[in-house]
Nanobody, 127 residues
Framework: QVQLVESGGGLVQAGGSLRLSCAAS????????MGWFRRAPGTVRTFVAA????????YYADSVKGRFTISRDNAKNTVYLQMNSLKPEDTAVYYC????????????????????WGQGTQVTVSA
């Protein structure tokens, strides 16, 4: 069974940067699209970004496009989320997840298409 463990969260001032990591156990890591979601206080979990199995394709929510970069290193079984120009509205618990669907980008923002989730890492951006 694949397990996902996020790290790299913390407190940062607006305009700063953080890099989140998601380490996966299991041999099938490079068989799935991987995604990042987030849940801000009092809201539902929303899609942030996804990366294709090879790492050659990426997809972003409009709210983070141009500021966040998702990548993966299949040799290290790790997915990354580089977050730059952070804003207070980026404050949330960030989760990585494994997508079960074999489709590329259709449905990629739907959390129902992801079957395994990490425990989440808190990101707090102060004004």
């Amino acid at each position: 069974q694949v397990q996902l463990v996020e790290s790299g969260g913390g407190l940062v001032q607006a305009g700063g940067s953080l890099r989140l990591s998601c380490a996966a156990s299991g041999r099938t890591f490079n068989s799935n699209t991987m995604g990042w979601f987030r849940r801000a206080p009092g809201t539902v979990r929303t899609f942030v970004a996804a990366v294709s199995r090879s790492g050659g394709g990426t997809y972003y929510a409009d709210s983070v496009k141009g500021r966040f970069t998702i990548s993966r290193d299949n040799a290290k079984n790790t997915v990354y989320l580089q977050m730059n120009s952070l804003k207070p509205e980026d404050t949330a618990v960030y989760y990585c997840a494994r997508r079960l669907s074999p489709r590329l980008w259709v449905g990629v923002t739907n959390e129902a298409e992801y079957d395994i989730w990490g425990q989440g890492t808190q990101v707090t951006v102060s004004a």
